[in-house]
C-alpha cells in the first residue's frame, strides 16, 4: 500500500472540491491547426500544456488521450509526462485514457507502467479494455488497489460500432455491457465511499439500458458535446446512477483555444452545468 487513501474516496473529494467533470485533453491534428498550430512535437507541447494550464485547476479530472501524444513517438511521452505531472500539481485527478488490455504479464506491464507508483506514467486511473475476458484485467485491478488508483473499465461505448459486441448476450442472459458493470460491481462491494473500479458508458446510450444500481463505482460518460450529448440529456440517460457519474468534454471545450482566457471560460461554463444538474 502506498499509504494515499483509495480511489473512490480521493475522486469523491475532487469531485465534491471541483464538480463531477472530466475534461479531456486530446490533441487531434483539427484541433492542432484551429489552434494555428503544426503537427509535430513542439506544437504538441503548446497545446497540451495550455490547456493543462486552462483547465487543470477547474475540474476533478483532467483526462488525457495518449494515442495523440503516442503519434509524436519518445517527444510525445515526454509531453505527456509533463501533462501528467503539470495537471496533479495544479490538484486534478489524472485519468490517463489508454484502454489497454492483454494477456498476464502482458497486462502486468501495462499495469506497472500506469499504476505502480513511481512509474514515469503512473496516472491517478486509466481506461482497460476487457475484451479478452474481464478476468485479464486482474494485474490492473489488483495493483490499483494497492496503489490507491483507479480503472475504468469499457462497458458501453459511446460509439456506434461498439453496439454490435456490447448489447449482444452473454452467457448470464445479460447484455455483454451488464455483464461487465456486474463484474465491477462485485469488486467495490462494501467500499465507501465508493470502490476503484469504475465503468466507462456513453452519455449517448438509450435510457435505462444498462443497470448502475450495484456497480457502486465511478461512470466515466464520453459523449459530451461533440458527439451529442447534452448536459440536460445525463439525467436521462443514468438516473439515480447520475451522482456517480463524470461527463466526459473534449473538443467541446478545447475548441474555444488558443487563449487560456476562453479556455477557462468554456470549461467553467459545462462544469457549473454539470455540476448544477448533478446537485438539483
Not at 507541447?45 to 475540474?59: D, H, K, N, S, W
Amino acid at each position: 500500500m502506498t499509504g494515499q487513501p483509495g480511489f473512490g474516496q480521493r475522486l469523491a473529494e475532487s469531485v465534491r472540491a471541483r464538480g463531477p467533470l472530466c475534461a479531456g485533453i486530446d490533441p487531434h491534428p483539427s484541433l492542432l491547426r484551429s489552434w494555428g498550430l503544426t503537427e509535430d512535437a513542439g506544437s504538441l507541447e503548446r497545446f497540451a500544456l495550455t490547456a493543462v494550464e486552462a483547465l487543470a485547476g477547474e475540474v476533478a479530472v483532467i483526462k488525457p488521450q495518449s494515442a495523440f501524444f503516442e503519434v509524436c513517438g519518445s517527444a510525445g511521452i515526454a509531453v505527456l509526462e509533463k501533462v501528467i505531472e503539470q495537471s496533479r500539481q495544479a490538484g486534478a485527478l489524472v485519468l490517463l485514457d489508454v484502454k489497454r488490455g492483454d494477456i498476464g504479464s502482458t497486462m502486468a506491464a501495462y499495469a506497472s507502467a500506469y499504476l505502480d507508483s513511481g512509474a514515469p506514467l503512473a496516472a491517478d486511473a486509466i481506461t482497460v479494455s476487457p475484451y479478452l475476458g474481464y478476468g485479464s484485467l486482474v494485474p490492473a485491478i489488483e495493483l490499483a488497489e494497492r496503489t490507491g488508483r483507479g480503472v475504468f473499465v469499457l462497458a458501453r461505448t459511446s460509439n456506434p460500432e461498439g453496439a454490435e459486441l456490447q448489447q449482444s448476450a452473454h452467457g448470464s442472459g445479460a447484455s455483454v455491457a451488464q455483464s461487465i458493470v456486474d463484474s465491477a460491481a462485485e469488486t467495490n462491494v462494501d467500499v465507501e465511499p465508493m470502490g476503484h473500479v469504475g465503468v466507462v458508458a456513453g452519455a449517448t446510450i438509450r435510457p435505462g439500458e444498462l443497470d448502475f444500481s450495484r456497480l457502486n463505482g465511478p461512470i466515466l460518460a464520453p459523449g459530451l458535446g461533440a458527439q451529442g450529448a447534452t448536459v440536460q440529456t445525463l439525467q436521462e440517460v443514468f438516473g439515480e446512477a447520475l451522482s456517480n457519474v463524470l461527463p466526459a468534454s473534449s473538443r467541446d471545450i478545447l475548441r474555444h483555444g488558443p487563449a487560456v482566457s476562453d479556455l477557462r471560460a468554456a470549461v467553467r461554463r459545462v462544469r457549473d452545468e454539470v455540476a448544477s444538474l448533478v446537485h438539483d
